[in-house]
């Protein structure tokens, strides 16, 4: 045996919705392989991001923000993350350090003891860009004070600093492994069309901001990559209502077209090859209120 056994394992990425989890994620990564927006709850999946070095593996398991599920896709999500702390061998717990402790935070550090009360904790302290000098005692002090044994340090996803640090401290969490978990050239398991997928809906967020909440799906009816250097690729955006699908499409078609445009772009970065987007607007009344409809748009407990 080497002087230096190879480390591999599972880390659950977890925490209330949009403290930074999927952004911290493909930060420590140096690529983008899970989607983000402004808007809470943007994964809705677990969502593999695999760091192979030399000696070294890391599984980071991206999971939907811990939340009070109130409809079936809630209740998927809720699932989802808890299935990952369950399996997981270490857990990253993020907070958004540039404001005090919610009521979500505790909530959600209480489900992280409940569904991993064994794992190593550690605690990153996110947006430290936006931590004010006056806050950075009392705002530290009082996210250490709820997992007092976790190593933890403060972070900033999208400014890069002290991503090294985290790492250690994460690397310092992992068991021996004999073998690598994945092929040391895999980043991600999640198949590209569901990839593009998420990048459609992570576009129409970014457009329609505010106007359309939560309830956008976007389905992958086809994914044809049979014509060499090019994917062609047809989807439909799922809303909630007509008022929502009039806004997706927008005045002459113009907002559909900008999230197609943007979206393709996206594509073509992940895939390399050149990308054809065909979208279509869809509405499925209350969808997320409708656990077939839930289902039916890959939102299965297998997953
Ligand atoms: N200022 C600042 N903003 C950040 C930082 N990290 C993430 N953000 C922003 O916070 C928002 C939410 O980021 P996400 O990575 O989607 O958060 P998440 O925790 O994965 O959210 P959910 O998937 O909804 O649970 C986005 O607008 C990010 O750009 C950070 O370190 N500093
Ligand atoms: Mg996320």
């Not at 480390?7 to 659950?12: L, V």
């Not at 997992?147 to 002290?162: F, Q």
């Not at 090294?164 to 980043?187: F, G, K, Q, W």
Request: hydrophobic share 45%.
């Amino acid at each position: 045996m080497s002087a230096n056994p190879l480390k591999a394992g599972f880390i659950a990425v977890a925490g209330r919705p949009n403290v930074g989890k999927s952004s911290l994620i493909n930060a420590l990564l140096g690529q983008k392989i899970a989607i983000v927006s402004a808007k809470p709850q943007t994964t809705r999946r677990n969502q593999l991001g695999i760091l192979t070095e030399p000696g070294l593996q890391i599984v980071f398991v991206d999971t939907p923000g811990l939340h009070e599920a109130r409809n079936p896709l809630g209740h998927y999500m809720m699932d989802a993350a808890g299935r990952a702390l369950a399996d997981a061998d270490a857990v990253l717990w993020i907070v958004d350090v540039s404001v005090a402790p919610t009521g979500g935070d505790r909530h959600a550090i209480a489900r992280i003891l409940e569904a991993a009360p064994k794992a190593p904790k550690v605690l990153a302290l996110n947006k430290a860009d936006k931590l004010k000098a006056a806050h950075v005692l009392t705002h530290t002090d009082a996210y250490r004070s709820l997992v007092p044994d976790a190593a933890w340090m403060l972070v900033s996803a999208t400014r890069g600093d002290n991503l090294t640090e985290i790492r250690e401290m994460l690397v310092a969490t992992l068991p021996a492994s004999e073998a690598l978990l994945y092929p040391e050239d895999e980043v991600t398991q999640t198949h590209l069309r569901e990839l593009a997928g998420e990048l459609i809906r992570e576009s129409a967020l970014h457009a329609l901001e505010q106007e359309v909440p939560h309830g956008i799906a976007v389905d992958v009816i086809d994914y044809d990559e049979s014509e060499p250097g090019q994917v062609r690729i047809s989807a439909e955006v799922i809303v909630e209502r007509d008022t929502h699908k009039a806004i997706v499409i927008g005045k002459g078609g113009a907002m559909l077209q900008r999230i197609g445009t943007h979206a393709r772009r996206e594509i073509e970065d992940l895939i390399g090859t050149h990308v054809f987007l065909d979208l279509h607007v869809k509405v499925e009344p209350g969808w997320r209120d409708n656990a077939r409809m839930v289902r039916r748009l890959g939102y299965k407990p297998e997953d």
